[in-house]
Each structure stands twice: as C-alpha cells, then as structure tokens.
C-alpha cells in the first residue's frame, strides 16, 4: 500500500528531485516558472486518498515565454524520455484523456518505454486566458470581475510555484482578492438577499411548513457564510469544498456553531433563534471591518410579529451608499453566479463570460 502523500508536497519533490534537472541540463538558457495551480483538490489541500483516482499525482504547469514556446514539444520529449516510471510509489506515466470524460487522465504503470507524464506547457498568459477568459491583470474592468469564476480565482491564488523565473506569483497577486468596490458590491448583494427572507424561517414553521422553513433556513446560511469569506478577503470555493473552507476561516467559533446549530435545528423556534444569532454575529463582523459607517442594529421583532430579526436591509443599504458614484451603483444587488449553488458548469465556463457581462451593464 503506497502512502499518501499530499499532493502539493508530492509535486514539489517531484519537480525538485525529477523534473528540474531534465530541463535545465537539456535547455540551460530557458527561463520558466513551473509549479502546481489551478483545477485541483491539492491545490487547495484538500486532497486525499480518493483524489488519487483521477487527474492527481506527480504533477505540475510548467510556463514558456512566448518567444520560447516553439520548444514545447522539444521539452515535453525530453520530460517522457528522462523522467522516472515512478516517484515514490505514484506513477509518474497517465493514461490519455478520456474523451468521454471530460479529458480526464489516470496514473497508469509502465515498466518500458517513454512516460507520458501529466505536465502542461504553455505560456502564462495563455492559461489564464483559458482560465479566467482574459490574461491582462492589469486592467479588468469592474464588472468583469463578477463573470470571474470564484473558485477558479481561489485556485489560481492558492498553488504554488516551485520556480518562478518569469514572476508569475507577483502577477498574480493583482487578483489576490476583489478590489474594495467589487467586495462591497458583494457584501451589499449577500445582506441583501438575506433580507428578502429574514422573516420566513419563523412564518413557514409556524404555518407547519418545517421544509420550507429548512430551506430558507439553509439559503440564510450560506449567504452568511460567503460573507465571512467576504469579510477576510478569502475566496470561497465551489459547493464541494465550500463547507471544508468554511470551517477553516479565520472567524469566531460561536459563528460557526450558530449556522450549524441552525441547519440542524429540529424545530423552527430553536431555528429561529440560532440564525438569528448567526446573523447577529455576522453583523458584528460586518461592524468590525469598517467598510461601512457603523450600523447600529439589535434583534427586534418583525414589524410587531412574533418573528426576530437583525433587519439585514440595513447592512445592505449601507453597503450601497458606499457604491455611490461607482461603477456598481445601479448594478441589481444578484451578486455572482459563483455564488448560486449548481451553477458552476455556467460560471467557470469563460465561453458564457460575454453573455454573463450583460447582466451587470446596461
């Protein structure tokens, strides 16, 4: 039984013990950047023994200059002739892209011939053309950056690079999180959402309606779980690992457990009364990062209902006198199809990203 090993360390080692040496012996004057980003449980951390089934081991991107790319297939030769069956214990030899699986590519042993390793060659700005649908960092437009993939931009922002000659990561850093207009948009669109159905986990349960009270309740709680993310300038991934994420922000425990004491609550007063709670304590998040005057609320109840809320517009609302003047300030507060769970085949597919633009501007 072959040990696990994290993928980010694995390809690290592997490129340092392995990989380095083939091309810089064979092409001593090329000037690269090679490391692992983009699409992948490792590259988050989140891996573990069943990644390993697909698209997962020895592994890394390896960046050209444009003037040199005429070399790539040269360089990826010499990368099947001198790189090793194995390192430890993973093979270093894929099988080919399944066309009928979305081109995905398995660890597959040899014991002769030439690997065919799971290295990506091309230039810098090409990935990120394929990525994010753009490769000049330097000037996205401020809408452009709600048709971003969020999760494709926490995993360009989360790899790492194991030799950087063409300065990849300080390009990178121009997307290390949305600019201050672009956050505030988000944070005014997510209390925004959270007010149009502040009132309804209490008034479905009591009309008897404990589904519809769960529902509402779980869409409450996520809108105040991506503004967490928000509030510590952290990306939030795709559903799969949203919750792994979550658990690991840097925010107040008691925050953590009110949502989860929401989402499990067995009755709709008891539900009540933790995302209140959650929603109270995600106010005080909101307070503490003085992207806004500070807003002044308390739980009350619901225009003389026996229903409690935080009145949440208030937090949208003075995120949106904060956009005055702005390109957002008459932007419907939706928020970004990140953000909409099941939705991701749309928002990370950059093919729809001139269709997507047409929502934000007029």
Known sequence: MVRFIKGMELCENFFHDCAKAVIEDNFPKLCYSAGLIGYGSDVLGYDD??????????????????????????????????????YCGYSVNFTEPDPNDCGVRHLQFINQGNVSPLIFIQTFEDYLTEQLGISDLDHIQPCGWLVFSEHRLLSLVSGKFFADGLNCSKKLSKIKFYPKDVKLYLVASNW??????????????????????????????????????????????????????FSKLDVDDKLKQAINDALSAGSSEARENSIVCAQALTADLHNASGLTGFVNYQIESYFGRNIKVIFADQFADAARKELINTAFEKIPLIGTFSQIGGLSSVSDDINYRRQLMRFYLK
């Open 192 to 245: 925004d959402c959270i007010s149009s159905e502040q009132a309804f986990v209490k008034r479905c349960g009591e009309y008897g309606d404990e589904i519809g009270s769960k529902i509402i309740c779980a869409r409450i709680c996520e809108r105040l779980m991506r503004l967490c993310f928000l509030y510590k300038d952290t990306y939030a991934p795709y559903s799969k690992w949203f919750g792994t994420a």
């Open 49 to 86: 023994a069943v990644s390993t089934d697909h698209m997962w081991g020895p592994r890394f991107y390896l960046f050209l200059r444009k003037e040199d790319i005429s070399q790539k297939e040269k360089i990826f030769r010499t990368l099947c002739e001198r790189l090793p069956y194995t």
